[in-house]
């Protein structure tokens, strides 16, 4: 299938960055829901289908900053809204290595983009697993930093204080590389934390040098929670990849979360409420179709977001505004909030016990164009093993891991807090 | 209750207040934006992604805005918390970029404050609830007339992200008139405090909670039971932007209530506009009828810690203390006091001047002469700030008698605020220097020869005659002479 034929790019266009830098030379796809000055920015919907942004992403400031040639804006699910990039109103993507099936999402596009050569490396933006879940679809590397170590600034938010911007690449270094251009503390995002005064002991050196393959001595907890709800042969993939840690000397370890079966509904509590607000600027004033509506501009406003926003971006935006009424907040957002608290507490003892831990990255092989759209609730458990990540904050990469049924097998890694060296370094060693 | 019903019962109002002050700050409270508007600025030029709401844009807290709140907290002897942190407010408004408002809920700046005010010769005190900050939409220009009747809305966001303060008070006031004091007090504190300007348009609006209750349920100390309070129908009245108006909106609404209530109709609980031009409250169309803001923590903003920024933030002398300690120190009486600490600046300008010459005549030339003519100009204190000196020298010219207070008055002062000019050059142009005695004392005489009339009406006891021929000897003179000694000195020449 040729290439065209992914649907990888919602705009295809050339952004050149600078002639020098630790990326020069190499071409990046950024996910279409990273504000890029003069170039539309859809986030996958019809609504922002003419918005031009007129200032960059902090991120792209930096690619740009780093030398890299961005090629194209990756098509993702309606603004990041889905798991298998069939949400976007650009028509899904499909998954390079088998074009009948999904690339995973919402960062599906620039997954493919990878997979497909499309670009070298790509950035995208994970808020309950959204590059990990593409990566591991696709048989790339995708990272999901620590909350606080990319800044936010000019991505267009669904759940802001879940998100991240994370690098996909082919290889663990090649990742971790561009993470180092990417990350670090910005004035523009109060929520932007300096790693080396954030946690003690902060190790020198690049992300990138961290991927060395040692994995000597390091203890590795393997969540078996996580595994136990994972399809047979991905247990299969994971389990030789975790034996192969082992026989390169790691030290492996069973821990239990016992918080993350909760963790799902807890994830899509919180995540709908905040899109719920952060969807509501979108009311046909500024963007998406407006004008021509007599009467009440409230009237006015639900036709515009009736017209502008897809299904599944609707039924988000429902639940959220009903997680957060009067007389259903305490039951629900308040609960959810509840809920990360556990998770949080959890990882932190599971750290205690091991460096690293590990798991599936998505518990099923990708399903096929079309056969889950019907079914939402199988969609959002297929995000139990990415989603308690991202609800306590911390760092994650999703590295291939083999095959099964010739499709490609993600394995996860999670660290503490800020410990993305840790997590690159133990996914390196999986590459060998 | 007693068996009277409520409509046979003497009533009385309840009210409280939510006022909100925009914040004299540089930037805008999560954005570089200024937020001083220029003169014909364009609409929507003075933005940036963050305070349009783009997508993507996020805020980063001022902390001079956190600062200025800190200061209110102190002058109002409110609680200051260990952290404070801001929640999104939902609500969809076509002047709100983000459909949002990010402001504070749970966890506000300021807490249990209190301000005193001086109500008809009475000392009351005022609690304030709570205080906090949160940004100010931008604004909706109807074309063609209200909202109700333009063709078309269009949205400025240049003042989006201005930052606000709403200070909510408990319901103390029981009358229009507190409130018309209270805001004044307030205003005032607040200009002390350097944050906040009230020439600014839009700079203090209003909200205003009313209910009436019977009279005899509010105790001598002005005190009314909980579940008195809470039986009340109160309507909220919205759109007030000035004392007057808080004044007059409300005595609307006492006047409105007690006609319902003595007719036997219930008050409703209700949101009204004030319409100023028309001087009515009008009922508001329900649809405000249940608020349900969907308040939740805004995870873009980390809580700040601001435990110790009461004891570091120092606040000026304020308004009530500096009035004393000028009664005090200087001997000033109650009206000079008054009018020499009706605002920081008029107060610091006459502290100077006293520093240098009689306390008693520095309060003469700032209170009465200088207030006075800036006041007729329609000027400020402070466009005449830097000019101190020059208005300490007119004082010293009359202080060692170069000058006679009228001409120093007259003259020389109004063409200090008019022309610019600075005392000696306008003295010099109008040769005004104190006549001398000589000078003085052939025009005494040539009025007595010059107006035998006068002379004889002043031996008959007409007491005009004198004040005549005072007029004619400072006329002579070119004003230059002091009335006072030319009023002893014909009376001496008259009396031989």
């Given at each position: 299938m040729a290439d065209a034929d992914l649907n990888v790019f919602v705009t295809e266009e050339r952004i050149e960055g600078e002639d020098d830098g630790p990326l020069a030379g190499k071409t990046v796809a950024v996910k279409d829901n990273l504000s890029t000055e003069g170039v539309r920015t859809t986030c996958g919907s019809a609504m922002l289908d003419d918005y031009v942004p007129p200032y960059d992403a902090t991120v792209v400031r930096r690619l740009k900053g780093a030398g890299a040639t961005i090629v194209g804006k990756a098509n993702m699910d309606e603004f990041g809204m889905g798991g298998t990039t069939e949400t976007s109103a650009y028509g899904p993507t499909r998954n390079p290595v088998d074009p009948e099936r999904v690339p995973g999402g919402s960062s599906g596009g620039?997954?493919?983009?990878?997979?497909?050569?499309?670009?070298?490396?790509?950035?995208?933006?994970?808020?309950?697993?959204?590059?990990?879940?593409?990566?591991?679809?696709?048989?790339?590397?995708?990272?999901?930093?620590?909350?606080?170590?990319?800044?936010?600034?000019?991505?267009?938010?669904?759940?802001?204080?879940?998100?991240?911007?994370?690098?996909?690449?082919?290889?663990?270094?090649?990742?971790?590389?561009?993470?180092?251009?990417?990350?670090?503390?910005?004035?523009?995002?109060?929520t932007t934390r300096d790693p080396t005064e954030a946690v003690d002991d902060y190790p020198d050196g690049s992300y990138a040098d961290a991927a060395d393959g040692d994995v000597d001595g390091t203890t590795i907890g393997v969540v078996s929670d996580l595994v136990e709800g994972a399809d047979e042969a991905v247990v299969g993939a994971f389990e030789d990849a975790i034996a192969d840690l082992e026989?390169?000397?790691?030290?492996?370890?069973?821990?239990?979360?016992?918080?993350?079966?909760?963790?799902?509904?807890?994830?899509?509590?919180?995540?709908?409420?905040?899109?719920?607000?952060?969807?509501?600027?979108?009311?046909?004033?500024?963007?998406?179709?407006?004008?021509?509506?007599?009467?009440?501009?409230?009237?006015a406003f639900a036709r515009a977001r009736e017209e502008g926003f897809g299904p599944e971006v609707k039924r988000r935006i429902l639940l959220g505004t009903y997680a957060l009424s009067a007389g259903y907040h305490d039951k629900y957002y308040k609960k959810a909030q509840d809920a990360r608290a556990w998770v949080k507490q959890d990882f932190d003892e599971a750290l205690s016990e091991a460096d690293v831990l590990a798991t599936p990255t998505m518990p099923v092989l990708p399903p096929k164009v079309g056969d889950s759209l019907d079914d939402p609730l199988s969609l959002y458990l297929m995000d139990a093993n990415t989603v308690p990540v991202n609800l306590a904050n911390l760092p994650a990469i999703s590295v291939p891991a083999g095959e099964a049924e010739g499709l490609p097998v993600g394995l996860q890694l999670v660290g503490p807090k800020f410990g993305e060296h840790d997590i690159v370094r133990v996914a390196s060693a999986v590459e060998n | 209750m007693t068996a009277q019903t409520l409509e046979q019962r003497d009533l009385a109002a309840v009210i409280g207040l939510e006022v909100h002050v925009q914040l004299e700050t540089d930037t805008k409270i999560f954005c570089g934006c200024s937020t001083e508007a220029t003169e014909d600025e364009e609409p929507n030029t003075r933005t940036c992604p963050t305070c349009l709401g783009l997508p993507g844009a996020l805020p980063v807290l001022n902390e001079g805005a956190v600062e200025a709140a800190v200061k209110i907290g102190k002058a109002l002897d409110a609680d200051i918390p260990e952290e404070t942190s801001f929640h999104r407010k939902n609500y969809y408004y076509p002047d709100l970029p983000k459909n949002f408002q990010i402001t504070q809920y749970d966890a506000p700046i300021c807490r249990d404050g209190r301000i005193e005010v001086e109500i008809e010769d009475e000392r009351r005190e005022i609690s304030i609830r709570r205080a906090h900050l949160e940004e100010d939409p931008g604004s909706l220009q109807h074309a063609g007339g209200s909202i109700d009747t333009a063709d078309y809305t269009l949205v400025n966001y240049n003042r989006a992200g201005t930052p606000l303060m709403e200070v909510v008070t408990r319901p103390d006031f029981r009358s229009p008139k507190e409130t018309r004091r209270f805001l004044a007090k307030m205003e005032?504190?607040?200009?002390?405090?350097?944050?906040?300007?009230?020439?600014?348009?839009?700079?203090?609006?209003?909200?205003a909670n009313i209910s009436m209750v019977p009279a005899d349920e509010v105790a001598e100390d002005g005190s009314i039971a909980e579940e008195t309070l809470e039986s009340a129908n109160r309507t909220e009245v919205k759109n007030i932007s000035s004392h007057k108006g808080a004044?007059?909106?409300?005595?609307?609404?006492?006047?409105?209530?007690?006609?319902?209530?003595?007719?036997?109709?219930?008050?409703?609980?209700?949101?009204?506009?004030?319409?100023?031009?028309?001087?009515?409250?009008?009922?508001?169309?329900?649809?405000?009828?249940e608020k349900d803001y969907r308040y939740f923590r805004e995870a873009d903003l980390p809580p700040l810690r601001v435990s110790?920024?009461?004891?570091?933030?120092?606040?000026?002398?304020?308004p009530d203390a500096r009035r004393d300690r000028f009664r005090e120190e200087y001997g000033l009486d109650e009206e000079s006091a008054d009018k020499l600490t009706s605002t920081k600046e008029v107060a610091d300008f006459y502290e100077e001047v006293a520093e240098r010459f009689d306390p008693d005549l520095a309060a003469t030339w700032v209170a009465d002469n200088l207030l006075g003519e800036l006041n007729y100009r329609d000027m400020r204190i402070t466009d005449v700030t830097d000019r101190l000196d020059e208005f300490a020298r007119l004082v010293e010219l009359v202080d060692e008698g170069e000058i006679t207070t009228k001409n120093a008055e007259e003259v020389v002062l109004r063409r200090m605020l008019d022309e610019g000019e600075d005392p000696d050059a306008v003295i010099e142009a109008e040769g005004l220097g104190t006549a001398d005695d000589d000078e003085v004392a052939v025009a005494v005489s040539e009025a007595i020869d010059e107006n035998p009339d006068a002379v004889e009406d002043y031996h008959a006891g007409e007491g005009g005659a004198l004040n005549f021929l005072v007029g004619q000897v400072m006329g002579k003179t070119g004003g230059s002479a002091d009335p006072g000694d030319v009023n002893r000195l014909l009376r001496e020449r008259l009396e031989d």
């Open positions: 620039s997954a493919a983009a990878v997979a497909a050569g499309e670009a070298d490396l790509a950035l995208g933006t994970d808020t309950g697993g959204s590059v990990r879940n593409p990566a591991a679809f696709c048989g790339v590397v995708g990272i999901k930093p620590t909350y606080g170590l990319v800044s936010r600034y000019g991505l267009v938010a669904y759940a802001n204080s879940l998100e991240q911007v994370g690098p996909l690449a082919p290889t663990v270094e090649g990742a971790a590389a561009l993470l180092d251009a990417v990350a670090g503390p910005d004035e523009r995002d109060g026989s390169q000397g790691a030290e492996v370890v069973d821990v239990s979360l016992e918080s993350v079966e909760h963790a799902v509904q807890a994830y899509y509590v919180i995540a709908m409420s905040e899109a719920s607000s952060n969807l509501a600027r979108y009311d046909g004033v500024r963007y998406g179709k407006s004008g021509g509506y007599e009467g009440n501009w409230n009237d | 005032e504190v607040l200009e002390y405090l350097g944050v906040f300007d009230a020439t600014r348009d839009g700079s203090l609006r209003v909200d004044e007059k909106a409300l005595a609307y609404e006492v006047t409105r209530q007690k006609n319902a209530i003595k007719r036997g109709r219930a008050v409703e609980q209700e949101t009204r506009h004030w319409d100023e031009s028309r001087g009515v409250t009008v009922s508001m169309r329900s649809k405000e009828e110790g920024w009461k004891e570091e933030i120092p606040i000026p002398e304020l």
